[in-house]
């Protein structure tokens, strides 16, 4: 699965689980290592969680495996990293401490 291919499902993944304020940038040319960032905002700790889990299960079930997932759900902020595809799920309070949308204000949004 290509890296815009894989955005597109997680984005569908995401929506499924009613992850919210969900954004897409697209890193290509910006020299980062991955071609796309989703940012997600999940309710709660277990949200995120389930957000995690979910995407992470469904996917290996397609024959994707998630190369590396960090953080908790109880510390706000969880990562899965499918390598060109990086997936950030926070409660908004974390979301709104690591700024990544303004970090990345250059890229442009959606896959």
């Known amino acids: 699965m290509n890296a815009k291919a894989l955005t597109e499902r997680l984005e569908g993944l995401i929506a499924d689980k009613m992850g919210r304020d969900v954004v897409v940038l697209d890193l290509q040319g910006t020299g980062a ?3 796309y ?3 997600v905002t999940g309710s709660s700790p277990p ?3 389930a957000l995690a889990e979910d995407t992470c299960v469904a996917l290996k079930r397609e024959g994707v495996q998630c190369f590396r997932k960090s953080g908790e759900s109880d510390g706000g902020w969880i990562v899965l990293d499918y390598v060109d595809v990086v997936v950030h799920i926070f409660t908004a309070e974390k979301r709104d401490y690591y700024k990544l949308e303004a970090l990345w204000s250059e890229a442009p949004r959606g896959a």
């Open 37 to 39: 960032f989703i940012i």
């Open 47 to 49: 949200h995120l969680k």
């Open 33 to 35: 290592i991955t071609d």
